[in-house]
């Protein structure tokens, strides 16, 4: 039997299943796509995870190498450590080296000079070496004809070898010491104590291995003029006048900077022409081969005085009054003169100081080489209304001076009163006619090359600087 059945209804199931076979099918294809997108953002990982892997491996490669340099630190501290601690026992034991040198009274100097005050050095040898110049009267000059020695530097020579007890007419040895190599024989203890005419500056100070002692004449740099090549009335009396000149200057003296630094500075043209020594400046004023000569003032006018009074010059310009040279009005620098010891040697530069204040000093209370046995009786009496401590003190004390071995005596300034006298009876000797008293001032003084009144070389009573600090 055929049953017959109806298929409406079934109809609409299939459209129900169509709807949702589409659903699924866009959710297939969105499924897809997220897969695809992960399957990206999975090989994106997968090569940063490689990336990564690499930079694991570098860093695990740059700590080996940190690590194997920390190491390397390591023993590098340790090695700078163990030099340090070398180091501070170093410096240890040089503190207790230096310690000794002074608790025996002396201080190592420069490299070749000894350990030992050149005050004893020169005891035991028994006599002075004092570097001088030979050719500037007035200073240190050397008379060709008698061989005899005079000026103000000798004067200072002399008063040293008697404060230390020598006889400076048979104890002192004189050795010429040039411009250029003066430094060097300190440095060579060729001399013992430098006493020509040099300048006290900065550089000198600090980097010769020289220690300046009392300033015995102030200075400063001045001109000699030939008149017939640039006549003093033509140029004013003035260097402003000497454009274009010829001029002689000691090699190896400060006066060569001064030269150039004046003359450039004030835009005056010159050719510089070195000389090792004032005869040799002398001969090329002479000649003609300089026009004009610089140097210390008192060297010019020393220089000047012997042009003008002697016959050696007659033949310059057949001129017998020989008043044919000139000096500038100006001073090219100021030029401090002072005796030179070497670095170090405290004791001994103490002395070469003290022996030229002593000279002040005497000259300021009045003591002379002619008085001073007389003031010495009863200056040290209390009791004797012409007492004077001052005078006492100068006259019978050591003041410290000298070395363990070898102290001065307590009348070491009798002995340099007796032989060169004070400081005024020292510059009469020197640039005058040697009559001065030594007591009445500067004004006093007759017949001087170059005169003490109004100058920075006078007492401080009269107006300049040569002034001794207080002998107590």
């Known amino acids: 039997m055929l049953t017959s059945v109806t298929l409406s209804g079934c109809a609409g ?32 990982l997968e090569g940063n995870l490689a990336q990564m892997g690499v930079t694991i491996s570098s860093l695990e490669l740059d700590k080996s190498t940190l690590e194997g340099n920390l190491a390397q630190m390591n023993v590098t501290i340790s090695s700078l450590e163990s030099d340090r601690s070398a180091l501070v026992a170093n410096v240890d034991s040089l503190k207790e080296d230096l310690a000794t040198a002074f608790s025996e009274g002396y201080t190592a100097g420069a490299a070749g000079s000894s350990a030992i005050s050149t005050l004893d050095t020169i005891l035991e040898r028994g006599f002075l070496k004092c570097g001088v110049k030979e050719s500037q009267y007035g200073m240190a000059y050397l008379d060709p004809s008698t061989g005899v020695r005079s000026g103000l530097d000798i004067s200072y020579c002399r008063a040293l070898a008697a404060a230390i007890g020598l006889d400076p007419d048979t104890d002192v040895e004189y050795i010429y010491a040039s411009g250029s190599n003066r430094f060097q024989m300190l440095f060579d203890e060729t001399i013992d104590v430098l006493i020509r005419t040099t300048t006290w500056t900065a550089s000198r100070d600090a980097a010769l291995d020289a220690d300046f002692a009392a300033v015995n004449f102030y200075d400063g740099q001045g001109m000699l003029v030939r008149e017939d090549k640039y006549p003093a009335a033509d140029a004013g009396n003035s260097v402003s006048g000497l454009s274009g000149a010829s001029i002689c200057v000691g090699t190896g003296t400060t006066s060569e900077g001064n030269l150039v630094g004046y ?9 510089s022409v070195s000389v090792d020594s004032s005869w040799d400046a002398i001969e090329h004023l002479k000649d003609g081969s300089c026009d004009a000569f610089t140097g210390d003032t008192s060297a010019m006018i020393a220089v000047k005085w012997g042009l003008e009074n002697s016959d050696d010059h007659a033949d310059w310009r057949d001129s017998s009054d020989h008043t044919d040279v000139w000096v500038p009005v100006e001073l090219l620098s100021k030029e401090p003169l002072a ?22 000093t005497a000259e300021e209370l009045g003591v002379t080489s002619l008085n001073y046995d007389l003031l010495k009786g009863y200056s040290c009496d209390d009791w004797d209304p012409n007492y004077n401590v001052w005078i006492c003190r100068l006259l019978t004390e050591n003041f410290g001076l000298g070395t363990t071995d070898n102290p001065l005596s307590d009348t070491w300034m009798q002995y340099v009163l007796e032989e060169v006298g004070n400081y005024g009876e020292m510059y009469d000797d020197a640039f ?31 107006g300049g600087i040569q002034y001794a600090p207080s002998m107590r």
């Open 13 to 44: 199931n299939e459209a129900q299943f169509e709807e949702t076979i589409d659903d699924l099918e866009q959710q297939a294809i969105a499924d897809q796509d997220r897969i695809a997108t992960l399957n990206t953002t999975i090989s994106t």
């Open 263 to 271: 003359f450039n500075t004030h835009g005056i043209s010159f050719n």
């Open 339 to 360: 005796a030179v010891t070497r670095d170090y040697d405290t004791e001994w530069n103490e002395i070469v100081s003290w022996v030229w204040y002593g000279a002040i």
């Open 432 to 462: 005058c006619d040697g009559t001065y008293d030594g007591v009445s001032g500067s004004d006093a003084m007759t017949g001087c090359l170059m005169s003490r009144s109004g100058t920075l070389n006078a007492l401080v009573s009269e």
